[in-house]
Nanobody
């Protein structure tokens, strides 16, 4: 059974950094696309960064500021967030799906499995 648990959220000042972590269990990262999504109050959930073997995808709003990575040995996925802005405030979710389509497709369409999320607040 796929299980995802996020951690690393919190309160940070504008311009600051955070690293989110997602520990995956019940499957291995091989053959899976992993991604980070976020949902701000009153907005739909959006895919911001996804990763599979040899491919990554970022939504334009986070390009150059966020970096997704994974550690297959630890079965973990990370999101390094730099230069955070108030508009980055949201609940952040880790997602996973068996790889069948392009990495960008999953970021735009969503995943089959989700964690509970972690809250990131960017405020002075």
């Amino acid at each position: 059974q796929v299980h995802l648990v996020e951690s690393g959220g919190g309160l940070v000042q504008p311009g600051g950094s955070l690293r989110l972590s997602c520990v995956a269990s019940g499957f291995t990262l091989d053959y899976y696309v992993m991604g980070w999504f976020r949902q701000a109050p009153g907005k739909e959930r959006e895919g911001i960064a996804c990763i599979s073997d040899g491919d990554t995808y970022y939504v334009d709003s986070v390009k150059g500021r966020f970096t997704i990575s994974r550690d297959k040995a630890k079965n973990m996925v990370y999101l390094q967030m730099n230069d955070l802005r108030p508009e980055d405030t949201a609940h952040y979710y880790c997602g996973a799906s068996r790889y069948r389509y392009s990495t960008s497709w999953y970021c735009m369409q969503g995943m089959d499995n989700w964690g509970e999320g972690t809250l990131v607040t960017v405020s002075s």
